[in-house]
Nanobody
Framework: QVHLVESGGGLVQPGGSLRLSCAAS????????MIWYRQAPGKQRELVAT???????TYADSVKGRFTISRDDAKNTMYLQMTSLKPEDTALYLC??????????????WGQGTQVTVSS
């Protein structure tokens, strides 16, 4: 079993910053790609940023230049540094990871999410 736990969300004013974390634990052989998604009420889930096992990254156009994704493989943890936050960034932020748990078994796992609210 693999568990992903997000943390770091909260209430922040427009223009502020937050750093989200996604910590993986459990039976982990290796972690491949990791992804941050977000979902706002009444909207579809949106891919925010991805980071491959080699460190290459991609971003949604809406967050480019403001968000930075990173990972610490020694800690099995992924981060999302968010700056210049806007009210439209308000959402539940979820992490997803592609994890090999044994030599033969590999699958995608989700966390429960951490809420980010941007409001004055």
């Amino acid at each position: 079993q693999v568990h992903l736990v997000e943390s770091g969300g909260g209430l922040v004013q427009p223009g502020g910053s937050l750093r989200l974390s996604c910590a993986a634990s459990g039976s982990i052989f290796s972690i491949y790609g990791m992804i941050w998604y977000r979902q706002a009420p009444g909207k579809q889930r949106e891919l925010v940023a991805t980071i491959a096992s080699g460190g290459s990254t991609t971003y949604a156009d809406s967050v480019k230049g403001r968000f930075t994704i990173s990972r610490d493989d020694a800690k099995n943890t992924m981060y999302l540094q968010m700056t210049s936050l806007k009210p439209e960034d308000t959402a539940l932020y979820l992490c997803n990871a592609d994890v090999r748990t044994t030599y033969w078994v590999r699958g995608a796992y989700w966390g429960q999410g951490t809420q980010v609210t941007v409001s004055s």
